[in-house]
């Protein structure tokens, strides 16, 4: 258990001092990985609350740190409330149906479904599901793209003016196209998924396949050439070779670029959102910014310090697989 938790970098400078090691030097370790953050922290506290005080705006005065923490509760209530009225208008079905079957055994029960408002808390399931289900579409083609032009300098030659021409583009170019593509292909009287989500993740995926192909083509470029030369004489085939020296050389530049692609998929999922006005956080903003009432701009202000976070959180998963996978291990520090 003690092994596990060393490997874990913050913890490590407690476990040697709980079993009497170097104390005065793990402290200051401590106080820089601990006390350094949460003062960066404070003083970002006291310039928002410090900002905040004197911006008067139309709807009132811009949210504090209080206020937004204020909202927050507020909106975690009405999750929880709107769960109950869930979970009440579910019950009642139940007997409904249980009366009608003791009456009829032949009925058979039907259950409709809740369709009360989504809460902040859905808006956020449904963004992390839309973001993660595009980041991963476009990895399952970004990964082997760049494997293949990184093994073949022609190849790369012949795809790289392709690949600068459509990295830079917008979202919201992209959304436009994707939207009218899909209503005329995705036709279906009861789709599996909503439009709306396969639009927002079609959209992610061409805006976030980009930095993935680039790094994975740049880092299987970049095998050293004697483990090229070793595969030459071992006489390895093509599948062989990117199994066994190709993917395990190239995996930190492969994760540096999903770890990208990851980061512009959160962001342009949120603009996808607003735009179109598609389920999720994106258009929970839009919603509060149109609403214009007094609460809003404190809702907006919980929106985009979740927003942020959730991308920390996203970043950190990667760099947690990136570490369990690659054999490059400072990839923790950074």
Same mark, same amino acid.
């Given at each position: 258990?003690?092994?596990?938790?060393?490997?874990?970098?913050?913890?490590?400078?407690? #476990?040697?001092?709980? &079993?009497?090691?170097?104390?005065?030097?793990? #402290?200051?370790?401590?106080?820089?990985?601990?006390?350094? @953050?949460?003062?960066?922290?404070? =003083?970002f506290l006291l310039i928002w609350q410090a900002a905040a005080s004197?911006?008067?705006t139309s709807l009132g005065q811009f949210p504090g740190p209080g206020?937004?923490? %204020?909202?927050?509760?507020?909106?975690? %209530?009405?999750?929880?409330?709107?769960?109950?009225?869930?979970?009440?208008?579910?019950?009642?079905?139940? &007997? /409904?149906?249980?009366?009608?079957?003791?009456?009829?055994?032949?009925?058979?029960? *039907?259950?409709?479904?809740? %369709?009360?408002?989504?809460?902040?808390?859905?808006?956020?399931?449904?963004?992390?599901?839309?973001?993660?289900?595009? $980041?991963?579409?476009?990895?399952?083609?970004?990964?082997?793209?760049?494997?293949?032009?990184?093994?073949?300098?022609?190849?790369?030659?012949? $795809?790289?003016?392709?690949?600068?021409?459509?990295?830079?583009?917008?979202?919201?170019?992209?959304?436009?196209?994707?939207?009218?593509? =899909?209503?005329?292909?995705?036709?279906?009287?009861?789709?599996?998924?909503?439009?709306?989500?396969?639009?927002?993740m079609i959209t992610v995926m061409l805006c976030c396949l980009w930095?993935?192909?680039?790094?994975?083509?740049? !880092?299987?470029?970049? #095998? @050293?050439?004697?483990?090229?030369?070793?595969?030459? =004489? +071992?006489?390895?085939?093509?599948?062989?070779?990117? /199994?066994?020296?190709?993917?395990?050389?190239?995996?930190?530049?492969?994760?540096?670029?999903?770890?990208?692609?990851?980061?512009?998929?959160?962001?342009? +999922?949120?603009?996808?959102?607003?735009?179109?006005?598609?389920?999720?956080?994106?258009?929970?903003?839009?919603?509060?910014?149109?609403?214009?009432?007094?609460?809003?701009?404190?809702?907006?202000?919980?929106?985009?310090?979740?927003?942020?976070?959730? !991308?920390?959180?996203?970043?950190?998963?990667?760099?947690?697989?990136? /570490? *369990?996978?690659?054999?490059? &291990?400072?990839?923790?520090?950074?």
């Amino acid at each position: 258990m003690s092994t596990a938790l060393s490997n874990i970098a913050w913890i490590s400078p407690f #476990i040697n001092i709980a &079993k009497g090691e170097d104390v005065s030097g793990n #402290i200051q370790t401590i106080i820089k990985a601990t006390g350094l @953050p949460l003062a960066g922290l404070l =003083v970002f506290l006291l310039i928002w609350q410090a900002a905040a005080s004197n911006i008067n705006t139309s709807l009132g005065q811009f949210p504090g740190p209080g206020e937004v923490m %204020t909202q927050t509760k507020g909106l975690w %209530t009405e999750h929880v409330a709107e769960r109950e009225k869930a979970a009440a208008f579910y019950e009642r079905q139940e &007997k /409904r149906n249980a009366a009608r079957v003791e009456k009829d055994p032949t009925y058979v029960p *039907k259950i409709r479904p809740y %369709t009360g408002k989504p809460t902040y808390i859905d808006q956020i399931g449904t963004s992390l599901v839309t973001v993660l289900s595009g $980041f991963f579409l476009a990895s399952l083609i970004a990964i082997p793209f760049g494997i293949v032009i990184g093994l073949s300098a022609n190849l790369y030659s012949a $795809f790289n003016p392709v690949i600068q021409i459509f990295k830079p583009v917008s979202p919201l170019a992209w959304l436009p196209i994707v939207t009218m593509v =899909v209503s005329a292909l995705y036709v279906s009287d009861d789709p599996m998924v909503p439009k709306s989500f396969v639009t927002s993740m079609i959209t992610v995926m061409l805006c976030c396949l980009w930095p993935t192909v680039i790094n994975t083509a740049v !880092g299987v470029a970049s #095998i @050293p050439k004697d483990l090229v030369n070793v595969s030459q =004489v +071992l006489r390895l085939s093509y599948m062989e070779h990117v /199994r066994k020296i190709v993917l395990p050389s190239s995996i930190p530049m492969v994760f540096t670029g999903l770890r990208l692609s990851l980061g512009i998929a959160w962001m342009v +999922l949120i603009a996808a959102e607003m735009l179109a006005q598609n389920p999720g956080l994106g258009k929970f903003v839009w919603d509060e910014f149109q609403n214009g009432s007094s609460d809003s701009l404190g809702r907006i202000m919980v929106a985009v310090i979740t927003i942020g976070l959730i !991308g920390f959180l996203l970043d950190r998963m990667m760099l947690t697989v990136q /570490r *369990k996978v690659s054999w490059d &291990k400072s990839a923790a520090t950074r």
